[in-house]
């Protein structure tokens, strides 16, 4: 499990390598400049801005100086936001993101498993076509469109919840099912596919020829198996859900990390586009890790060295 | 000897979209302390449905026992609730399965899964179940077994997993042991270690064995008696010199006929059975083999034939053996090995009402 563990650490900062020259040259692609915005700047200043922040430097000496300041920590500076370091910048809507994008993964999760769960163990009764209806919309309704749902009935109708802003629990319960909707609606129909093929195979079928007994043959044998390729999706959902809440921070009107980033790019805010750009596949990478982790936890083949591919 | 096990006209259906698929119509048999009966029949002939019925694992829907007797131990197991079922699955019936690569659960230690039917029948302890579960590796013959115990299924190969799954299935000394088809996924040296082990095993505890297979040629080894099936149905069945060196049924005399024989020779011709199966959705209406049969009678497509007996031990279900029946003359790997059997009545006579 050490030699494993171990390996993914490099596989990881490798991709994150990657990852961080791809944003590098891709950003040196893009049209526009921070400063053009501002049409006031004679070109002597602008001259001198450039200088200042070191874009007439040759590509490669800026992307090595960039590749440095990246090992440091240093994300660079905003133009926009009165020069602040765009660390700080994520750092204060960190929180509002974070929060949400984990209670909407472990709702999401929780409860796509057990509606899955329940679907394979009742499967072609009443309980398994009521979990595919919730998945269907689940899939199908756009987050935003659930949300703006919610509002105008729990917030504006029947005042239970708050219709907006960031100052308390109860106001993160709206965006947090809107945002799991899809997450609940993937991980309940790939747990109920995955548990159905299992429940049909050989070990399942010793097991009870060992006069196990229902129950304890779900628990014991067919559960853990199930969950090693479900385990997988958590990557794309954890991105699902990353990507839906640059919409549902809006909607919400949550100062998070997601409506920052909007409206950096449409300021044209190189640094921080960029910064939060590398913020977030560090996310996601980070997350590809705790999977690849989880993995080797539940299944033995991976964990266990002698183990055949 | 004293019947463990007793099978009487055993129905085993499917309700599929199109249509009841009746695999397993009308089949008899009984079981005897101690001795190994192994039922024969290609491809899709019922063999693996009945051993599932026997154990109650078909699953319903879509599958059904339609009717029939299960006798075990003075109860009827085709009545039994689940629960009850339970009680027997693994104590009193156990069973090994054709793949040892998939019937083993790939993320659960080779110990725990020995120790959990003993945990749940035998009342033992974990520590008692260790002790008890390192022994059965040791009696199946797997070295190590101290470090074995907690490795998964993925660090042993196909041969020493099918011993593990012997272990797990001889570990409340069952009385009845069935193997489906055991050594068909394993290469020949290790098929011969495993059914040496079966075999040693069974002198060692007792138990009667149902063995499954598609391999005469294993039967001869390892049988006792031999029940032949044919489209969900035993046609013939005997003992193992009755069924090989006096076979009645032109399906037995298929099979023969198309079995690579080691002590002869002469290479005899291998002749597969030419047909298909028949639809169990609507089985025919005479004989299911003779739309097969090269020695077809006209009253084959009307009738069904009528068990008949040949000895106290020998039954055949065709109508070659009435009495009025032309005379034939069977394929010619099975005249050459033809003995006569001292134990056959003078002639063939209906089985009627008979218990097998
Ligand atoms: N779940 C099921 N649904 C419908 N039909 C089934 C089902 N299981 C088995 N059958 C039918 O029952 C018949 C007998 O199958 P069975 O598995 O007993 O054959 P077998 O003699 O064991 O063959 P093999 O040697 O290939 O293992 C087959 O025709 C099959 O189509
Ligand atoms: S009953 Fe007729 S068709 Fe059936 S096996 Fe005998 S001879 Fe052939
Ligand atoms: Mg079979």
């Not at chain 1, 200088?51 to 000496?61: F, H, M, Q, R, S």
């Not at chain 1, 009521?130 to 504006?156: D, N």
Request: glycine letters at 8%; a neutral charge; one cysteine or more.
């Amino acid at each position: 499990m050490l030699r494993y563990t171990l390996q993914r650490i490099v596989y990881m900062l490798i991709t994150m390598f990657i990852i961080a020259t791809l944003t590098f040259f891709l950003m040196k692609l893009l049209p526009g400049s921070p400063l053009k915005s501002q049409d006031k700047l004679t070109p002597e200043q602008i001259t001198i801005i450039n200088e200042k922040y070191g874009l007439n430097d040759p590509l490669p000496v800026q992307y090595v100086h960039y590749l440095g300041n990246l090992a440091k920590g240093d994300l660079g500076s905003s133009f926009q936001y009165d020069n602040r370091p765009v660390t700080e910048l994520i750092g204060n809507r960190i929180g509002a993101s974070a929060q949400l994008g984990f209670q909407a993964l472990i709702l999401g999760s929780i409860v796509g498993l057990i509606l899955g769960i329940i679907a394979a163990i009742r499967h072609n009764t009443i309980f398994d076509y009521g979990a595919t209806v919730l998945a269907v919309l689940g899939i199908s309704i756009p987050s935003f469109v659930f949300a703006g749902f919610m509002q105008y009935i729990l917030g504006v109708k029947l005042q239970l919840l708050p219709v907006a802003l960031w100052e308390g629990f109860s106001y993160t319960i709206m965006p947090t099912i809107a945002l799991s909707g899809f997450v609940i609606a993937n991980i309940s129909r790939f747990m109920r596919t995955e548990l159905l093929e299992v429940m049909g195979s050989d070990y399942i079928m010793l097991a009870k020829a060992k006069g196990m007994s229902g129950t304890g043959i779900i628990i014991k044998h067919a559960l853990r198996n199930a969950l090693i390729p479900v385990i997988t999706i958590i990557g794309p959902l954890a991105v699902n859900i990353m990507t839906g809440s640059l919409v549902i921070e809006q909607i919400f009107a949550i100062p998070g990390l997601g409506e920052q980033f909007v409206k950096s790019i449409s300021m044209n805010d190189y640094t921080v586009i960029m910064g939060t750009t590398i913020f977030y596949s560090a996310l996601f990478i980070f997350i590809i890790f705790v999977v690849d982790i989880l993995y080797g936890v539940i299944d033995p083949r991976i964990r266990v060295a002698g183990g055949k591919k | 000897m004293e019947k463990v096990l007793e099978v009487k006209d055993l129905h085993v259906s499917f309700d599929t979209y199109g249509g009841v698929v009746k695999a397993v119509r009308g089949v008899n048999f009984d079981l005897k302390k101690g001795e190994t009966l192994a039922i024969v029949g290609e491809s899709g002939s019922g063999k693996s449905v009945t051993s599932k019925a026997l154990m109650r694992l078909i699953p319903n829907p879509p599958g059904r026992i339609a009717k029939g007797e299960i006798l075990f131990d003075g109860r009827d197991l085709a009545k039994l609730s689940e629960k009850e079922m339970q009680k027997i699955r693994g104590k009193d019936i156990a069973m090994i399965f054709q793949d040892p690569m998939t019937s083993l659960n790939p993320t659960m230690k080779i110990g725990s899964q020995i120790m959990e039917g003993l945990i749940k029948h035998q009342n033992l302890s974990k520590s008692t179940a260790k002790e008890r579960a390192l022994e059965l590796l040791r009696l199946v013959g797997i070295p190590q077994p101290e470090v074995r115990i907690n490795q998964y299924p993925h660090q042993f190969s196909g041969g020493m997993r099918q011993r593990v799954v012997v272990a797990v299935a001889l570990s409340c000394n069952p009385k009845v042991l069935i193997a489906d088809e055991p050594t068909t996924a394993l290469d020949v040296t290790i098929q011969a270690q495993i059914l040496e082990l079966m075999k040693d095993l069974q002198n060692k505890i007792d138990t009667s064995i149902i063995f499954i297979t598609h391999d005469l040629g294993v039967v001869a080894n390892v049988a006792d008696r031999v029940a032949v099936m044919y489209g969900g149905q035993i046609v013939e069945m005997g003992t193992v010199d009755e069924i090989f060196y006096d076979p009645r049924h032109p399906y037995t005399w298929g099979l023969l006929a198309s079995m690579p024989s080691l002590d002869t020779s002469v290479q005899t011709e291998l002749a597969a059975i030419p047909g298909t199966p028949p639809d169990l959705m609507n089985p025919p209406k005479g004989d299911a083999f003779a739309p097969r049969s090269s020695y077809a009678l006209e009253i084959d497509f009307e009738h069904e034939p009528p068990m008949f007996q040949i000895s106290d031990t020998h039954f055949a279900k065709t109508w070659l053996l009435h009495e009025n029946a032309p005379a034939v003359e069977p394929p010619k790997a099975v005249v050459e090995k033809r003995r006569t059997m001292p134990s056959n009545f003078a002639k063939p006579r209906l089985a009627e009402e008979v218990v097998l």
